[in-house]
């Protein structure tokens, strides 16, 4: 199977020059900013025209077209309309039956999807879009597989995080303590499988680092871990305590570990690819912090990922100070 970065939200093919250069202006970038709505639009019109040919709706550059839309709405801030095309794009892969173990350009589409799903349903508090369940077990995958499944785990615990599953699971505390089990385990399942190409390297040091440099390469593989770290955040912060303070004082300490090692990884992580899924596990990993100066450090971290890719228009960093205001408010 073809090695893929799971990371790289923009998929390219052939016969796709409609939506010209990048699907976004960086915030360094000359040029006219409506250049990329004039794009979007002319986009759209085409995908209403071409879908009058039969052929053409079940056409791989449909997939890419569509998948580069909805990266640029998500790049752009336009919830509502990406919202939108993230379920007509499921509709349209469920129709074809493409999945996580499609081959080809169907294969990479479809976890370019689920990144961006994913990432949508984490902030809409709902479950992604998926329902897929993988046939190939852990043993059978490559390092490039391995890295990518660890998307359809965090997609699980997103899932467990939604607002849905929440409600559900105040009359059943028991139950959603046994499920949020039964999801790390299956993290630590995948973390056991893992192969050398996610060991992390030699890098230089210093005791007056606020966290402790991971690097990790390549790229899609420390991401990938950051995916890791962040499910396990996400759980930490959304199952039910019913141990008292010493379980407490664990799972906080745990907390800070996973929050460390997503902010260790962001430090050596400078590539674009890589740069919008870095923002997304650092804004995970920045909820639950405390100290100004790790708070600090994480928006700067947030910043340097924004200036890479020119996401989001509006800065996460600005979100996440938001959520802090509102936490330290709370009685």
Not at 256 to 284: F, H, N, R, W
Request: contains cysteine; hydrophobic residues 35%; glycine residues 6%.
């Amino acid at each position: 199977m073809q090695e893929f970065d799971f990371t790289n939200l923009n998929i390219d093919t052939e016969g796709i020059g409609i939506f010209g250069s990048s699907v976004v202006q960086s915030p360094a970038c000359d040029g006219d900013p409506n250049d990329t709505l004039r794009y979007y639009y002319k986009t759209l019109h085409y995908i209403q025209e071409a879908m009058q040919y039969d052929s053409y709706k079940t056409s791989l550059e449909l997939l890419a077209t569509c998948s580069i839309v909805s990266a640029y709405e998500m790049l752009d801030g336009s919830r509502q309309d990406w919202e939108r095309h993230l379920k007509g794009v499921f509709w349209i892969q469920r129709s074809q039956v493409i999945h996580g173990d499609s081959s080809g350009l169907k294969q990479a589409v479809w976890w370019a999807w689920l990144c961006q799903d994913v990432w949508a349903a984490f902030r809409e508090k709902r479950r992604p879009f998926t329902f897929w369940r993988p046939l190939r077990t852990l043993d059978e995958l490559d390092p490039y597989e391995l890295a990518a499944r660890s998307v359809y785990f965090f997609a699980q615990v997103v899932a467990f995080c939604s607002r849905e599953d929440t409600e559900a699971g105040k009359n059943d505390p028991l139950g959603r303590i046994a499920s949020a089990e039964a999801l790390k385990e299956a993290l630590e399942t995948w973390r056991r499988h893992l192969t050398a190409e996610f060991q992390p390297l030699p890098y230089p040091t210093s005791k007056e680092d606020v966290f402790e440099s991971i690097w990790i390469h390549s790229p899609v593989f420390a991401v990938a871990f950051q995916t890791y770290y962040c499910a396990h955040i996400l759980l930490l912060m959304n199952s039910p305590i019913i141990g008292g303070l010493d379980q407490y004082t664990q799972q906080r300490k745990r907390l800070m570990e996973c929050v460390g090692k997503v902010c260790g990884i962001a430090l050596t992580l400078s590539d674009y690819p890589s740069s919008v899924m870095c923002s997304q596990c650092l804004y995970i990993a920045g909820i639950p912090l405390e100290s100004k100066r790790e708070r600090e450090c994480v928006l700067s971290l947030l910043e340097a990922c924004r200036e890479r890719s020119g996401w989001p228009v509006k800065p996460l960093g600005e979100e996440l100070k938001a959520r802090w205001e509102e936490a330290s408010e709370t009685p």
